[in-house]
């Protein structure tokens, strides 16, 4: 059974660096051909696919956040992380780590709260 778990700081002083780590356990970051994304929702908003980086360790963002963002993995500790800069509050929002398979997003974690205040 694959899951994830999330991990960062629950609040963030705006135009701080974010950074979150995925910790994955049941199953390798590198094992083909999966992809491991991150996804965050804001209060009254749909979610929104931000990026992902891939068994290969390619990586895709979201156009309207490549410029701030970076997503990386340590495949010693199975982990990938994001990091945003210059967080504002827009960016508070739950932020979940998801992997991708031939089906879709098949296992999240439970997801963790970002706040960054005005």
């Known amino acids: 059974q694959v899951q994830l778990q999330e991990s960062g700081p629950g609040l963030v002083k705006p135009s701080h660096p974010l950074s979150l780590t995925c910790t994955v356990s049941g199953g390798s970051i590198t094992t083909n051909y999966y992809a491991w994304s991150w996804i965050r929702q804001s209060p009254g908003k749909g979610p929104e696919w931000m990026g992902a980086?891939?068994?290969?360790?390619?990586?895709y963002y979201k156009p309207s956040l490549k410029s701030r963002m970076s997503i990386s993995r340590d495949t010693s500790k199975n982990q990938f992380v994001l990091q945003l800069s210059s967080v504002t509050p827009e960016d508070t929002a739950m932020y979940y780590c998801?992997?991708?398979?031939?089906?879709?997003?098949?296992?999240w974690g439970q997801g963790t709260q970002v706040t960054v205040p005005s």
């Open positions: 998801t992997r991708i398979g031939a089906e879709g997003y098949d296992y």
């Open positions: 980086i891939a068994f290969s360790g390619n990586t």
